[in-house]
């Protein structure tokens, strides 16, 4: 198996809704994503640009960092978390939201986040997301 690992970091504010404790209150991480993709051996490129090579590794940074973009400086907040008056209060403000449909846990990102380089056509094999530099959630299907 070969395998190549990039990373990308966004800054975001969140909160866990049903949690008892100091994360029921809204702030903010410096998130790390780190991507793994990977082929068997003997499936590295055949020809071209990405012959023997998992990837282009540009191509693997570009999309790793644009998804983190998508990420960076928002506030993420579960759908049906806040009252529709609170977001449009928020939104009234020109504060980001970018609502997402899943408890915004380190766990959710990394598979969140998983699925979508997935969807873009890079064959990844783990998502990690560091949520201080002391607790990475990793997820590998
Ligand atoms: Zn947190």
């Not at 780190?34 to 590794?57: H, K, N, P, S």
């Not at 009252?83 to 990102?109: S, V």
Request: proline share 3%; net charge negative.
């Amino acid at each position: 198996m070969y395998e190549l690992k990039t990373d990308a970091f966004f800054d975001s504010a969140h909160f866990l809704a049903d949690y008892y404790g100091k994360c029921e209150n809204l702030h903010g991480h410096r998130w790390r994503v780190e991507a793994t993709i990977g082929v068997a051996d003997g499936e590295l490129g055949a020809e071209g640009t990405e012959r023997d090579m998992v990837c282009d590794f540009g191509a693997f940074k570009k999309a790793v960092r644009e998804l983190a973009e998508e990420f960076d400086h928002v506030f993420l907040v579960e759908e049906g978390t806040l009252h529709d008056a609170t977001i449009a209060a928020l939104e009234g403000e020109g504060f980001r939201l970018k609502m997402l449909p899943f408890r915004t846990t380190a766990e959710n990102l990394a598979r969140h986040l998983f699925e979508r380089l997935s969807e873009a056509g890079l064959p990844v094999v783990q998502v990690e997301v560091d949520e201080t530099p002391n607790n990475r959630a990793v997820y590998r299907p």
